[in-house]
């Protein structure tokens, strides 16, 4: 298999809807090759995460979660708003049903992980483990005191990096070739860097019992399929029910909310999304704009620590689509994000006694991303 970096510089042609050199429309051939040797999708690294943007899911309130294009970056140039959507994975797989209408495959039907792309062979997705890409993206010590105290400087922008991320593989056993089954079977999930778990299953018949079971895989495969899978052919009267849940990372954060990702075309063929909150910590209830109140934020920057006085250590439920349509093919994935940590920014300031630029983000949420669940009728 191939697993493509991810997308979000690629100027728009990570995820085209015709050929990028020659201009001509794909064709069933190319979308059955695409989508066999690329089953997995990158969606998180040091350059960016690559869910979503925020000119793509302006109704996503966590949209805007270390975009390369912002900030750190002056991408103007060369960066258009149009090319966003061939670029990012939530939106890949609206393109990826409507590549299937026209072309009776989906090229785009792939799981998601996360990957480092660190060059120095070292496991340091971790905020507070964080040693950067390569030697190569080092300052050059005579223009910059410190990579992160100077924002724009030619020779480095290094405190857009981030500190991102990890691939969790659901596998039979700790074996390569039970892990490559499991990763060719797209049952993987991303992290940016926390190691939580996370469970998605899919079916028609979970009920709110099946998430008190404390041993929700067994529920899970027994009467569903699990990320990574297909549902199809909806019995009559019943929409898809999800079983979701996650455990905290024990040296990061607790959990803040669990959320489910909806991708779907319209009746005309538009490409249309939506994020439900399936469970969250504490006892927030949404307001009249249908938004969870934030969970808090207990980010001590200047000491580059927190508390985990808020959120959960574990989450699960059951979640049933509330707007399903038998009769329209959907991708649905499940989110996980933690309370707000530390950036691995702090903890460079904490260590090395330096005062930030304001620009620089010091606050971090963690999220994982399960590769989605799809349903065709």
Same mark, same amino acid.
């Given at each position: ?8 510089l690629?100027?728009?042609?990570m ?7 020659t201009? $001509?429309?794909?064709?069933r051939a ?9 089953p997995?999708y ?20 966590? !949209?805007?979660y270390?975009i ?10 060369? =960066?258009?708003d ?5 670029e990012?994975?939530?939106? !890949?797989l ?5 590549? +299937?209408?026209?072309?009776?495959v989906?090229?785009?039907?792939? *799981?998601f992980?996360? %990957?480092?792309?660190?060059?120095? *062979?070292l496991?340091?997705a ?6 950067g890409?390569h030697s ?5 010590p005579k &223009?910059v005191?410190?990579p992160?105290?100077k ?5 480095y922008?290094?405190?857009g990096?981030?500190?991102s991320?990890?691939?969790g593989?659901w !596998? ?9 089954d499991?990763?060719q ?13 996370v /469970? ?9 019992a099946?998430?008190?079971? /404390?041993?929700?895989?067994?529920? *899970? ?5 699990p990320?990574?899978?297909d @549902?199809? &052919?909806?019995?009559?009267? =019943? ?11 024990? @040296? ?9 990702? =909806?991708v ?6 538009? &490409?249309? +999304? $939506?994020?439900?909150? #399936?469970?969250?910590s ?12 934030l ?8 000491n ?13 439920t059951?979640?049933?689509d509330?707007?399903f349509?038998p009769?329209?093919?959907? %991708? ?7 309370i ?5 920014? #702090?903890? +460079?300031?904490?260590?090395?006694g330096?005062k930030? $630029?304001? +620009?620089?983000?010091m606050?971090?949420?963690e999220? !994982?991303i ?8």
């Amino acid at each position: 298999m191939a697993i493509a970096h991810n997308g979000n510089l690629s100027n728009g042609v990570m995820f085209p809807v015709r050929d990028t050199f020659t201009g $001509k429309p794909y064709d069933r051939a190319w979308a059955e090759e695409r989508i066999k040797w690329e089953p997995l999708y990158e969606i998180t690294q040091i350059k960016g995460d690559g869910e979503t943007h925020p000119f793509l899911s302006p109704n996503d309130e966590f !949209a805007d979660y270390e975009i390369w294009d912002q900030g750190n970056l002056d991408l103007s140039e060369f =960066k258009k708003d149009e090319m966003l959507q061939y670029e990012y994975g939530r939106s !890949a797989l609206a393109v990826g049903l409507q590549l +299937e209408q026209e072309l009776g495959v989906n090229p785009y039907k792939f *799981g998601f992980i996360g %990957a480092t792309d660190s060059h120095t *062979g070292l496991a340091t997705a971790q905020e507070d483990n964080f040693f950067g890409k390569h030697s190569g993206a080092e300052p050059n010590p005579k &223009r910059v005191e410190h990579p992160m105290a100077k924002v724009g400087d030619a020779e480095y922008t290094g405190w857009g990096m981030v500190a991102s991320g990890l691939a969790g593989v659901w !596998a039979r056993e700790n074996t390569r070739e039970a892990i490559f089954d499991a990763m060719q079977n797209k049952e993987t999930y991303s992290t940016t860097g926390s190691r939580m778990l996370v /469970r998605f299953f899919g079916g028609w018949d979970f009920t709110d019992a099946d998430a008190q079971n /404390r041993l929700p895989a067994n529920v *899970g495969y027994g009467k569903g399929v699990p990320m990574g899978s297909d @549902l199809s &052919r909806a019995p009559e009267g =019943k929409s898809p029910s999800f079983l979701v849940g996650a455990l905290r990372d024990p @040296l990061s954060g607790n959990l803040d909310r669990i959320q489910i990702v =909806k991708v779907w075309l319209d009746d005309s063929g538009e &490409r249309q +999304e $939506k994020v439900f909150d #399936a469970v969250w910590s504490g006892d927030r209830q949404p307001g009249a704009d249908g938004k969870l109140p934030l969970v808090g934020n207990t980010v001590d920057v200047a000491n580059a620590t927190w508390t985990n006085t808020i959120g959960s250590p574990e989450l699960i439920t059951t979640w049933t689509d509330p707007e399903f349509n038998p009769e329209v093919s959907a %991708a649905y994935y499940a989110r996980v994000l933690e309370i707000p940590t530390p950036r691995w920014t #702090a903890y +460079e300031a904490k260590r090395f006694g330096i005062k930030m $630029k304001k +620009e620089i983000p010091m606050v971090n949420v963690e999220r !994982a991303i399960t590769s989605p669940i799809w349903y065709t009728p």
